[in-house]
């Protein structure tokens, strides 16, 4: 679809293709933050503009309307400005007597004076642009009122001068009704027309003097924006709940309103899915906020209440003073991830299943094996990050992102002791590290010397920790893997690279003898797990260079299938849970044998190292489900967005679309990536 086709889909309740957007912008918030604009903008495309200003200057309009000073508007007026981009307030009444009004005429002659040239200027505009084009008029019968008598003199006419007010009524709404005429004989998609009827807390008059007085001049727009084939649209400010129902009775298409001031519980029981909520996040408190969590938040209620896939919600917004463009972008991102959410058939846990099982998923699911610190900090934002604990942040990366899934990692560890270099701490296996911000150094290996290996004791199962994998099966609704450690992997922590590969070679008796007690201790974490309702298992386990295996297969046969096929068989017997295997490096000449072991997954797929996917696919793609193969080396990291989302849109379609495919990078997000990168990755191919 494009912009004009979605915003009418999203009208007649026809299920658009995406949540259509809009921002209203002043003078202030583009002098302002014009850049920042135009990177939201570029970001969030709109699909909904205005129509070129056709009108004839009157002598009449003096100064700027967003200026501070006075402004005095096509029909005399005066404003006076107090602050920079806000239309101030009218001192003077323009008619000054309730008896004048026989005498005051409307404006006329701002109307095009050739109707046909006008007109064929709007019609080009709107053949040049695929967006939902809206009208340049704004009839505001109530508000014109109140311009020319003030707000005072409005209010104290409609009681006291019933009549009198009505002529005057008339005489605005005569002057509306031949611009709207004129508008709706063009070729703009949408008829604009608004007035303020609310407080923050009700409405400013009694509902029925509104239905007798204003009502009809609503109705009379509608009918002639529906005659000539065009949509009618209405804005107006503050709590109008009690006239919803109204505007759905007299054909009002899509409301502009504060829903923030309204109950949208009570708004959702009465008019939605008769009329498009057409916006908006409150100004005033949610998008003048320097926390974007709180944009998201709003977002999330509004959904919540009124969204449906059908159609119904436009994601609009003010971009008025005091805004805050982190948080107008957060907004709008927040509503990608509602309008994706609620387009989708399966849940997160389904939708991951279905891809392991070969079957085809609502879209191909992704999700990563870790997201590093700096990274999460720039997805969440400072703010947030710095309010939330360790898995909230986790989590609100992973919904900011869009995953279905989490890997949950927590390794008994305790320090004990300290160096120029960092702390020192003791894991479980006995070995010792000092541990940095992103790197490790083996401080003291579990067995001094290979002779030792008869001695070693097995870890205590008891000392499994289940505490991060237990908040997010209670927290989340993503499907989570909790990771073990595999018998290549945990020895080559335990006694460092080297030492391990020499003596694996030389004393592969011994090797065996400690990888037995360490793969039981595995196992027994990863059925404590299972218990505790991980939805999967990830056995990580790097067994190979970029170019080729760490081991020779005879080593391989004694040290690596044999715990894999164990760890798989007792993991299964405990719960049928799928088993992923995650290893980096050229894996070609084992992934027969990975497959043979009965592994449900395997994550990495490293393209740097030579692996090629869709030779995989074709070798394999039935039997085991394929994760990863989005390049760390050089794509992630140095690629532009385009670049990544046109790989990760291609592994999407040609890799995952029927199944046994889940888009993540080769190893985790690390910190190297950009922001941006890793956005457009989990961006892109979303409806595949």
Known sequence: MNSRERVAACLRFETPDFLPRHIWTVPWSVERYGKELEEIRRRFPEDICWADDVYELRPEERGDPYAVGTY?????????????????????????????????????????????????????????????????????????YQFLRGTENALMDLLLEPESAKELLKTIHDFYLREVEFWASTDVDGIFFQDDWGSQQALLIQPEMWRDLFKPLYKDYVVIAHAHGKFALMHSDGNISSIYEDLVEIGVDAVNSQLAC???????????????????????????????????????????????????????LSFDLGVVP????????????????????????????????????????????????????????????????????????????????????????????????????RSVLGDEHVITKGSSQLHKRAIDDISQAGDYQAPDPSSCLTGNLDWFVANSDLFVFAQVMGPVSSLDWMLGTEDYLVWAMTDTDAIRSVTEKVIDYEIARACKFVDHDADAIFITDDIAFNSGLFLPPHIMDELAWPFYRQMISEIKARKDVPVFLHTDGDIRTALDKIVACGFDGLQSLQPSAGMDIVDVKRRYGDKICLMGNMDLDHLMTFGTPEEVAEQAAWLCEHIGSNGGFILSTCNILTNSVPEENARAMYGAGVGV
């Open 326 to 425: 982190e948080t107008v972008e957060a907004v709008f991102d927040q509503w990608d991830i509602e309008s994706k959410k609620n387009t989708e058939s399966m849940t997160l846990k389904e939708r991951v299943m279905a891809a392991i099982n070969h079957e085809a998923p609502d879209r191909v699911p992704r999700g990563e094996l870790a997201i590093e610190e700096d990274l999460l900090r720039k997805l969440i934002g400072e703010h947030r990050f710095a309010s939330l604990d360790a898995n909230e942040r986790l989590l609100a990366a992973i919904q900011e992102l869009g995953g279905d899934l989490v890997n949950v990692h927590q390794f008994p560890m305790e320090q004990v002791g300290q160096t120029s270099m960092g702390p020192v701490f």
């Open 262 to 316: 309204m109950d949208l519980a009570d708004l959702a029981a009465r008019v939605k899915g008769r009329i498009t909520f057409w916006g908006e996040i409150d100004r005033q408190n949610v998008l003048t906020s320097s926390d974007p969590e709180v944009g998201r938040s709003a977002v999330r209620k509004i959904a919540r209440h009124l969204y449906d896939p059908a159609g119904g919600v436009i994601a609009q």
């Open 72 to 144: 005095t508007d096509e029909w005399g007026c005066t404003f006076d400005n107090f602050h920079e981009g806000i239309i101030g307030e009218v001192r003077e009444s323009l008619i000054k007597e309730i008896d004048e009004v026989a005498s005051f005429r409307p404006p006329f002659d701002v109307l095009p004076h050739d109707e046909s040239a006008a007109r064929e200027r709007v019609n080009r505009f709107c053949a040049e642009s695929d967006q939902f084009v809206l009208s340049g008029c704004g009839p505001r019968p109530w508000e014109r």
